[in-house]
């Protein structure tokens, strides 16, 4: 399943007994700011979430895949990085934390 920026904001009005489109506004602008932030070069720390920030990756040659032969030329370009946050890190650790599940044993051949 996805959560989608509507299945937010229905969650955060059961919630709160608050009307959607106002939490949609709420929602839509904290984006916007973290967009906005971002281009502007900053880094965004969500405590217990996680950080936003720009790095640079180098120029590099690559491969066209439709040529393998041939390398082409990467140019340097900006890229988001995201580093969980120790709540999101343990939350999400804890789904292969479960057992799984033994295949069933055949018993031997004679």
């Known amino acids: 399943m996805t959560l989608t920026k509507r299945?937010?904001?229905?969650?955060?009005?059961?919630?709160t007994d608050l009307v959607q489109q106002?939490?949609?506004?709420i929602v839509q602008r904290t984006f916007d700011h973290i967009i906005k932030a971002l281009a502007q070069g900053e880094k965004v720390e969500l405590r217990n979430f996680g950080i936003f920030e720009v790095r640079v990756?180098?120029?590099?040659?690559?491969?066209?895949?439709?040529?393998?032969?041939?390398e082409v030329p990467i140019p340097e370009r900006s890229?988001?990085?995201?580093?969980?946050?120790?709540?999101?890190?343990?939350?999400v650790r804890k789904l292969t934390s479960k057992p799984a599940a033994k295949p069933p044993t055949q018993p031997p051949k004679a």
């Open 79 to 91: 890229v988001v990085k995201f580093k969980a946050g120790r709540k999101m890190r343990l939350g």
């Open 7 to 15: 299945d937010l904001v229905l969650r955060i009005c059961e919630d």
């Open 57 to 70: 990756r180098k120029a590099r040659m690559g491969r066209n895949p439709s040529a393998p032969g041939i």
């Open 22 to 25: 106002h939490v949609f506004d």
